[in-house]
T-cell receptor
């Protein structure tokens, strides 16, 4: 079964640190999404990538199609960045037309 | 305001009592989908719809039904709920679904408990 693996599962860091969350997948994809789930449960879309790199404020997402790997970086981390970050992919080889999700990375930024 | 709404937000029910969770979006999106989220398993797709009157199974469709009679609405129906359907449910939509290269908009979630 095609899988999406995220690492680390849990990450605690101090305010101001540079954060990296990784996502690896098993076969070719047509799109990769990074999502943020707040402690209250709501989910928001951060990025959609099919190649290269995207930046929004302090967040940067990169993808390496050949290595089947994506990273989400947070610069100058802040306690309000504490959330679960979820990677999701759409496989390019057919099958159900939906997203397959990683299990998420639980990030805590301490003041 | 562009949004996906779900109702109810919280529901406690008993085994076998039919229920419907509504989902509505006001963005004229073609693609809508239902997911469930369980501890340790992450989000999993239940059903999706590429457009009106077009629905298909996701990864975990057993015990669920959906319909897409109008573009804006995509209700999730549990004909005979069982305790293993206790979960957090999310509805989501995007402009189109053919490539998934569009931002996903999620509803606020419905926490369902089946006793």
């Amino acid at each position: 079964k095609n899988e999406v693996e995220q690492s680390p599962q849990n990450l605690t860091a101090q305010e101001g640190e540079f954060i990296t969350i990784n996502c690896s997948y098993s076969v070719g994809i047509s799109a990769l999404h990074w999502l943020q789930q707040h402690p209250g449960g709501g989910i928001v879309s951060l990025f959609m990538l099919s190649s290269g790199k995207k930046k929004h404020g302090r967040l940067i997402a990169t993808i390496n199609i050949q290595e089947k790997h994506s990273s989400l970086h947070i610069t100058a981390s802040h306690p309000r960045d504490s959330a679960v970050y979820i990677c999701a992919v759409r496989w390019s080889g057919g099958g159900a037309d939906g997203l397959t999700f990683g299990k998420g990375t639980h990030l805590i930024i301490q003041p | 305001e562009a949004q996906v709404t779900q109702n109810p937000r919280y529901l406690i029910t008993v085994t076998g009592k039919k229920l419907t969770v509504t989902c509505s979006q006001n963005m004229n999106h073609e693609y809508m989908s239902w997911y469930r989220q369980d501890p340790g398993l992450g989000l999993r797709q239940i059903y999706y719809s590429m457009n009106v009157e077009v629905t298909d199974k996701g990864d975990v469709p057993e015990g669920y039904k959906v319909s897409r009679k109008e573009k804006r609405n995509f209700p999730l129906i549990l004909e005979s709920p069982s305790p293993n359907q206790t979960s957090l449910y999310f509805c989501a939509s995007s402009l189109k679904g053919d490539t998934m290269n569009y931002e996903q908009y999620f509803g606020p979630g419905t926490r369902l408990t089946v006793t």
